[in-house]
């Protein structure tokens, strides 16, 4: 009998051993136990809310099944042919249904079954720390389960939307990335508090959607002020295009609905100004989901990030049991490189537990390199933006010498061809004495298929002069890497 079975006839006090335990089920979770189960090593897996995670059912799933129809449409507007086939809007409830199709209507039954496919166990409950290699699970049924690892604790319970501290905000019942991503209908009017990746791309959606859309941006650093700064810049360029209006150095001081509880939200800003909306979406951060997950009974500060080191031990807890792995750690806030960090925290962990050598060297199989070095990252907005490696600003704030290439992405062949009137832009960024590429930056329509590319150029430490020989296909938008080189080999006759 499996222990989520005996969780489920709500056995007070039961309790199991296991190699390893990990608290949280989503993709980090999920491949962490995949890859500690596949090397031997018996593991169960703990999950309060959907197997699958934020990922799967609040974040990227959902978000982007709600931007494909609309960076679609963009797409087919630029095509001669199509352009009067698709001038009409898009068919909100046809949208909402793929959303719920690809979130898989917010139930876990196939993840349920993969788990078991792999041979994990799974708790179904809070999961948190009760001692060195102790976790003790409150069961939905008012059960508890006693969880004792031989070798490893692993967290993986990710982030949650970090709100601000304003008066009567609970009572404003504002969106967070799950009810933007999960909403029943798209509101009249809706305000986004925030210029990064989910306010952008939320932004995005909703407007194609038919809302009114306010975005409030409170310093003067522009959208996805993270990244290149042109990157911002031609996104917000696009959502006034959209009929988004975007206001840079906009603080929120208040928030309100005057009237009752369906009133509308009445936003007052630091400056006096206000805005009236159906509905306020927060995306203004990530907070770690440690609260109430028992660290201060290790010897940790609940609520705070899990730092770890390159092999995901947590660096403050002694004996090396207790691991971090993915958004929870504050390396790296995205699914893809939180998988990648799972991959790796499964395969050391299993070498340790066999007594194994741990390849700890740079790029080795058991430390995350990418992380520091190589993260891609797509924001899926019409023009979409593809990063990888150091920003320019990035490589200033470290120090590092960097030769900064741009290459207008519009005057290529492939990008003629791809549709009318194209906009977009490339930044490569290399380091003159090693004659490596070290950040990446695209933007523009169909640019996230460029980014695997530019990550192996960045992870694979690839010299230009070999990427001579790397050659694009004719007429594509990847012949953008002939073009930058092309352009470098100009730069250096100068």
């Not at 911002?232 to 603080?251: I, K, P, T, Y």
């Not at 694009?472 to 073009?483: D, G, K, Q, Y």
Request: proline content about 5%; aromatic content about 6%.
């Amino acid at each position: 009998m499996k222990i989520d079975e005996l969780a489920g006839h709500a056995i007070s006090g039961a309790s199991r051993e296991y190699d390893v335990v990990v608290i949280g089920g989503g993709p980090v979770g999920e491949n962490v136990a995949d890859r500690t189960s596949a090397a031997g090593l018996d593991t169960v897996l703990v999950e309060g809310e959907l197997l699958g995670g934020e990922c799967s059912y609040w974040a990227c799933e959902p978000s982007k099944a709600l931007l494909r129809p609309v960076v679609a449409r963009a797409d087919a507007r630029r095509i001669p042919g199509l352009k009067g086939a698709v001038g009409g809007p898009l068919d909100v409830a046809e949208v909402l249904a793929h959303r719920d199709r690809l979130s898989a209507y917010w139930k876990d039954d196939d993840q349920v079954a993969w788990l078991d496919s792999v041979s994990v166990d799974l708790v179904r409950g809070h999961g948190r720390l009760d001692g060195p290699r102790q976790v003790v699970v409150d069961t939905p049924d008012g059960g508890t389960v006693r969880l004792t690892a031989r070798h490893a604790v692993v967290v993986a319970t990710g982030t949650t939307t970090r709100l601000p501290e304003l008066p009567g905000l609970a009572e404003v019942r504002p969106w967070t990335n799950r009810e933007a991503t999960s909403a029943r209908e798209a509101p009249g009017r809706l305000v986004v508090v925030g210029g990064g990746v989910v306010g952008v791309e939320m932004a995005t959606a909703w407007r194609a959607l038919g809302s009114e859309v306010v975005v409030l941006v409170r310093g003067s650093g522009g959208l996805l002020a993270r990244m290149e700064p042109f990157a911002g810049e031609m996104v917000a360029d696009a959502l006034r295009e959209a009929g988004v209006e975007v206001r840079l150095g906009a603080s929120v001081a208040a928030v309100a609905r005057e009237g009752g509880p369906d009133a509308p939200v009445r936003v007052t800003l630091a400056d006096g100004g206000t805005v009236v909306a159906d509905e306020i979406l927060f995306a203004t951060g990530r907070a770690p989901r440690t609260a109430d997950l028992g660290l201060e009974t290790v010897g940790l500060v609940p609520g705070d990030w899990l730092t770890v080191d390159d092999t995901f031990r947590v660096t403050a807890v002694a004996d090396g049991w207790l691991y971090a792995a993915g958004d929870v750690n504050h390396r790296a806030l995205m699914t893809h490189q939180g998988k990648y960090q799972a991959r790796i925290a499964g395969a050391v962990i299993a070498a340790r537990a066999k007594g194994e050598p741990v390849d700890d060297r740079r790029w080795g199989a058991h430390v995350a390199t990418a992380d520091t070095e190589a993260v891609p990252q797509v924001v899926f907005t019409d023009p979409e933006v593809a990063s990888v490696g150091l920003t320019t600003r990035e490589a200033l704030a470290a120090g590092r010498r960097v030769d900064v290439v741009d290459y207008d992405i519009g005057r290529l062949a492939g990008a003629v061809q791809y549709g009318e009137d194209y906009r977009g832009r490339a930044r490569v960024l290399i380091d003159p004495e090693r004659g490596t590429v070290v950040g990446v930056t695209f933007v523009g329509p169909g640019v996230q298929e460029l980014l695997y590319s530019a990550t192996v150029a960045v992870a694979g430490e690839i010299p230009v002069d070999r990427l001579w020989h790397a050659v694009p296909a004719f007429p594509t938008i990847s012949e953008v890497w002939l073009r930058v080189l092309e352009a470098y080999r100009d730069m250096r006759k100068d």
